[in-house]
């Protein structure tokens, strides 16, 4: 199971790459900017990208940067999201990407094209919908009684 330290590793990219604010100017800092968001709101909060499979997640709609990376590298890795089953799964998940895009061969090419589209507004196959347990049949049993 990837765990956050095992994150560490990527600090110098990060420490490169990663806007004061914002998602910055060039694809390479969108690139950073997704994947750190999808790192960093799994291991603070158990956000995950597409919560309509086998891993519910919380409540923040992580799935624009998912689908920001799928459609403007093409991240086909992302994919996987529809088997995992576990929360292991899903940090590995997590791993594999960063280690694939962030290091410097991976992001050459990205740093002199001007930034696409927006990685907190993009429409792509993953999905979030809100889960309310309040709406559940909380109350159908006292309306028996």
Not at 19 to 44: F, H, W
Not at 58 to 74: E, H, M, Q, R, V
């Amino acid at each position: 199971m990837a765990k956050w330290s095992d994150f560490d590793q990527f600090d110098d990219i990060c420490h490169k790459y990663l806007p004061i604010r914002g998602e910055g100017d060039s694809m390479a800092t969108q690139i950073v900017t997704a994947i750190t968001k999808l790192v960093y709101k799994y291991y603070n909060d158990g956000d995950v990208f597409d919560n309509t499979y086998y891993l519910e997640g919380w409540a923040n709609d992580l799935s624009s940067y998912a689908n920001w990376l799928f459609t403007y590298i093409p991240l086909k890795e992302l994919e996987e999201i529809y088997e995992i089953r576990s929360e292991e799964e899903y940090s590995n998940l997590l791993y594999k990407i960063a280690n694939k895009c962030m290091n410097e061969e991976f992001l050459r090419p990205f740093t002199s094209i001007n930034k696409k589209g927006s990685i907190y507004d993009c429409d792509g196959p993953f999905k979030f919908e809100e889960h309310n347990d309040d709406d559940e049949g909380f109350y159908d049993d006292e309306e028996d009684e």
